[in-house]
């Protein structure tokens, strides 16, 4: 086992070049294997970062619509989290608060706001409609 730091992907996969690793039969495939997980850790921040911009955008607005409450949505799939699934088309406040029922587990977040999460909030169109017209802008 062997740790690496580096501050960038270069400096990183210079290190592994510049390493003799007696443990690995071929080196040239480490290295195109740790490229492949640069590039997809890097996307992989990208996407989180966006995602994170896209939920302070999304909050903001609700938040201008006085908009406070929405149905979770997951993706219906096999790779969605049981926490998440339990949640699937039940009603929550902005804080991630059950609020026509009990609480499915005693988290309390909304989608988007965990690594990976795929899921969303769904608000009606004559919900958005009627806020939009009575929005205070």
């Known amino acids: 086992s062997f740790k690496l730091y580096s501050d960038t992907p270069e400096r990183f996969i210079s290190t ?9 039969e071929d080196t040239d ?8 997980n640069i590039e997809s850790f ?7 970062q966006s995602g994170g911009l896209y939920l302070a955008f999304e909050n903001s ?26 949640r699937h088309g039940k009603r929550f406040d902005m804080e991630g608060r059950r609020v026509d029922g009990t609480q499915p587990d005693n988290q309390y977040f909304n989608p ?24 205070k802008i």
């Open 42 to 48: 890097n996307t992989y921040h990208a996407i989180m």
């Open 112 to 135: 988007k706001e965990q690594p990976g999460c795929r899921c969303s909030k769904f608000i009606d169109d004559e919900t958005i409609r009627k806020a939009v017209l009575n929005a």
């Open 16 to 24: 592994l070049k510049n390493k003799n690793f007696d443990e690995f």
């Open 61 to 86: 607005t609700l938040d201008i619509l006085n908009i406070e409450t929405y149905i979770w949505r997951d993706m219906r799939d096999d790779h969605v989290r049981h926490s998440h699934e339990i």
């Open 29 to 36: 495939e480490l290295i195109d294997k740790t490229e492949t």
